[in-house]
C-alpha cells in the first residue's frame, strides 16, 4: 500500500471509533495486533501492552466502559513506509468521577498488507488517571 492508502486506512480506523463500531475497529487490525500503551494495568480491564486483536477489542472495551470520549480530533498525519505518526487530541470525561481532561498525544502505527499491525502511544497518563481518581 501507499503511504496515502496507509493514511487513509488509519482514518477509517478512527471513524470507526468515533461511532462507536468496535467491530470495524478490529477488522482493520492484523490478527497478530500489538499495542504498546503507557496506561498502567489495572486502570482498566485490558489497559497496558497487549498482543493479539482479542487482548485488543479488551482494552477498548474497558477504556471505553470506563472513559467518554466528546471530543476526537485528528490534527496531523505524518506517513513514511509502513509507519504513520498521527497526531490526535481528545477530552475525554471519566464516566466515575465527571471529571474531564484534554489529551493531546501520539500514536505511531504500523501497517502492513493492508491491515494495522502495530500501534504505539505516547501520552501524559497523569491527566486521565486523575480524572479517573475518586478521592
Not at 486502570?43 to 466502559?65: D, H, T, Y
Not at 470525561?93 to 504505539?120: C, L, M, P, Q
Request: net charge negative.
Amino acid at each position: 500500500m501507499s503511504e496515502q492508502e496507509n493514511v487513509r486506512l488509519i482514518q477509517a480506523f478512527f471513524d470507526a471509533f468515533s461511532r462507536g463500531d468496535i467491530t470495524a475497529v478490529l477488522g482493520f487490525c492484523a490478527e497478530d495486533f500489538a499495542l504498546q500503551h503507557p496506561m498502567p494495568e489495572g486502570s482498566w480491564p485490558g489497559a497496558g501492552n497487549l498482543q493479539g486483536k482479542r487482548s485488543f477489542a479488551e482494552f477498548i472495551e474497558g477504556m471505553v466502559g470506563v472513559l467518554d470520549f466528546e471530543v476526537l480530533e485528528l490534527r496531523e498525519f505524518i506517513a513514511q513506509g509502513e509507519k504513520v505518526v498521527v497526531n490526535l487530541f481528545e477530552h475525554v470525561r471519566s464516566k466515575a468521577t465527571g471529571r474531564a481532561f484534554d489529551n493531546d498525544y501520539i500514536h505511531i502505527f504500523t501497517v502492513r498488507e493492508g491491515k494495522i499491525r502495530a500501534s504505539r502511544t505516547f501520552e501524559d497518563t497523569a491527566p486521565i488517571l486523575a480524572a479517573m481518581r475518586l478521592a
